[in-house]
């Protein structure tokens, strides 16, 4: 096994944590030109974007994604061996040092990760006594075994007859009939929630058992016997609507089997039908990996021939998730085009460079602005028109007002003539998609519903899109920077709803980026693009959290487990992309040629790099605080551009104003 443990050492080193520089070290390296390091990094980031104009990074998760590729072949017995024992590499190298799988690099042991690495290595083909199956078992049993581990895991294991299914919450498929007042309907948790759930209660309906042709199991990974564990559904908050739903799991429990066969087989059609509308051509349903997964196994359960072109678009669509590389492949959950785009183009423009290729890749965004599809974003604002942007490729039903707000400001900076239309019915669709408290989420508006993740189901906690401060920053932005003053009503209640969310040590949350350093960025650009006092208390409060949060070598690094209320303080190796975060933010309010900005800018100039990515291995991003991690690779590549070009650019201006909302 020489070659193998040689394999794994190299993927390995893509997850190990990189120990902090000193700043010694920094200074070494700073005294570059920094016109020459914008220069060498604009360069770079030229060289990737794609021939029609666009931008792509991988997007990495953590080991459920590639594992659970791995169940769905063995789920349907169409399994490609050679992927597989790429996947197999892949999955090695990320047991940690705690003999589990972690959610992020350097994290803590993950039982439900773990339970589905463990499971995905043995179908592959790693015998059980394997001495990193034996250290992986072991730890899974420590940690109170498969029985413990989370909702989505156990409806894994009970489609491989693993646990009987009793193991997993009520899901029953006849919520597709249920009207829109009662207390659970599928507009009321978030689209993720939404696609995920749907062709899963139709898998919970008809209780299939994959297909698993080499009979792989894992009973060994059981404290007690699966048919004997007695305590599987449990509170999943402790409070007393927990209590509630446990108990209306329980009637449903004695009730489904009563169901009349004709409601469950009109529920079933119903699904069927909401999820071929949102196939999104080749992009599958959500065009997230475990809502298409989720969506094949439903097809197959049905009965779909292999030709079928319904069936035939949900495999390619997890197949294109796929980074297959010599040596190990993984999968990702999806992929983020507009985003890496749009990205790219703000930090081109900041450097310089807006000339026609930030034309080519701004004509390119704006063709794939959703302007004709009326999505399940209108449930909840019937009378807003289309005109948002997706993350991906295609996710016609599902825009959302990060991209869209992030794209009109990119628009708006490179030609606001050439991509008025765009710009005008982009704007439109957020300014539609306001929240009552003032605040933007994601995809919905008011999802905010929060008794319902107190269900069973919800044992993740990420049912729900409610509003944010890095969502709702992102919207000032792109309305400022079109001239929107605050006497507006969107925008006035916008920034009160900024000013409640600050935490008591100055910083805001930040939702899709890790995570307070993320969050306090977005909204202090904001706040300087709406024109408010930088001055402030509570802006001040702001600035001297993030000057608090800075390391000895000059850069900042937040742990991913600041989502947990008790780590926030936690700390990482200083990383390019919360570094450029904080320099972001820090200049916004007024920090130009401060000690710590200087500091931040020695750092970025001195970090290692190469081509268009400076080098970062730590995770930078979320998709569930607390259960879900996302490494952009682009992260590393755009921002710190932004920020060193920024910085350049305001020492050379006879003011210190930022001209544009981002």
Not at 417 to 432: D, F, N, P, Q, S
Not at 485 to 504: N, T, W
Request: glycine content about 8%; proline content about 6%.
């Amino acid at each position: 096994m020489p070659q193998e443990t040689g394999l794994r050492e190299a993927v390995a080193e893509v997850w190990r944590p990189a120990e902090p520089s000193t700043m010694a070290d920094v200074v070494a390296l700073s005294g570059q030109d920094l016109d020459a390091v914008i220069e060498q990094a604009r360069q770079g980031l030229a060289e990737v974007q794609r021939a029609d104009g666009h931008w792509v990074f991988e997007l990495e998760a953590d080991a459920t994604m590639p594992a659970e590729y791995v169940l769905l072949e063995h789920f349907l017995d169409e399994i490609d061996a050679p992927v597989e024992q790429k996947i197999g590499v892949y999955l090695r190298a990320r047991q940690a040092d705690h003999d589990g799988w972690p959610l992020y690099a350097g994290g803590d042991f993950d039982l439900s990760a773990s339970v589905k690495a463990y499971y995905a290595l043995k179908l592959i083909g790693d015998g059980p006594e394997a001495p990193h199956m034996r250290r992986a078992r072991q730890a899974i049993l420590d940690h109170g075994g498969a029985a413990r581990c989370n909702v989505f895991a156990r409806v894994a294991l009970a489609l491989f007859g693993q646990v009987p299914w009793r193991a997993v919450p009520v899901m029953p498929v006849e919520i597709m009939l249920l009207p829109r007042w009662f207390p659970f309907h599928l507009d009321k948790v978030s689209y993720w929630s939404r696609t995920v759930i749907v062709p899963l209660a139709i898998l919970m309906a008809l209780k299939p058992r994959a297909k698993n042709p080499r009979g792989v199991g894992v009973k060994e990974l059981f404290v007690t016997p699966p048919q004997a564990e007695p305590h599987y559904i449990t509170n999943p908050t402790g409070s007393a609507w927990g209590r509630f739903f446990l108990a209306v799991d329980r009637s449903l429990r004695l009730l489904e089997p009563r169901f009349p066969k004709k409601t469950r087989a009109r529920a079933i059609e119903r699904a069927v039908a909401f999820i071929t509308e949102r196939l999104n051509g080749d992009g599958g349903l959500g065009a997230i990996l475990p809502a298409i997964a989720n969506s094949v196994m439903a097809f197959e359960t049905l009965g779909y021939a292999k030709d079928h072109p319904d069936l035939v678009i949900a495999k390619q669509a997890a197949r294109k998730l796929l980074v297959e590389r010599p040596e190990f492949a993984y999968c990702q959950p999806c992929v983020s085009p507009l985003w890496d785009t749009a990205l790219a183009c703000h930090a081109l423009m900041e450097a310089g460079s807006a000339g026609t290729r930030v034309r080519r890749a701004l004509d390119w965004v704006a063709e794939r602005q959703i302007l004709e599809v009326v999505g399940d974003w209108a449930s909840s604002r019937p009378n807003v028109r289309p005109g948002g942007w997706p993350f991906e490729y295609r996710n016609d039903h599902y825009p959302d007002v990060d991209d869209t707000a992030v794209i009109v400001c990119a628009l708006h900076r490179a030609d606001p003539e050439r991509y008025r239309h765009a710009i005008a019915r982009g704007t439109e669709w957020v300014l539609g998609m306001q929240s009552r408290n003032g605040g933007w989420g994601s995809f919905d508006a008011d999802n905010t519903h929060d008794f319902l993740n107190n269900i069973p189901f919800a044992d993740h906690g990420a049912l729900l899109d409610p509003p944010t401060a890095d969502l709702t920053a992102r919207c000032i932005s792109m309305l400022a920077q079109q001239g929107y003053d605050r006497s507006h009503p969107a925008m006035a209640q916008a920034l009160a709803f900024l000013r409640r969310e600050q935490e008591p040590d100055g910083s805001w949350f930040g939702r899709w980026g890790t995570n307070y350093v993320y969050g306090t960025w977005s909204v202090l650009v904001a706040l300087n693009a709406a024109g408010e006092d930088m001055g402030a208390p509570y802006v001040r409060r702001a600035t001297g959290w993030l000057k608090a949060r800075q390391q000895a070598d000059g850069g900042w690094g937040e742990s991913c487990a600041s989502y947990w209320p008790e780590r926030k303080a936690e700390r990482v190796a200083s990383t390019p992309s919360q570094t450029a975060w904080a320099l972001l933010g820090l200049m916004a309010a007024g920090e130009v040629e401060s000690e710590a900005v200087g500091r931040g800018i020695a750092y970025l100039k001195g970090a290692p790099r190469q081509g268009a990515k400076w080098h970062e291995e730590l995770y930078n991003a979320v998709g569930f605080p607390r259960v879900f991690y996302l490494r952009y690779y682009g992260y590393s590549a755009y921002f710190p551009l932004w920020a060193l070009a920024r910085h350049r650019n305001l020492l050379r201006q006879n003011d210190r104003r930022i001209a544009w909302g981002m």
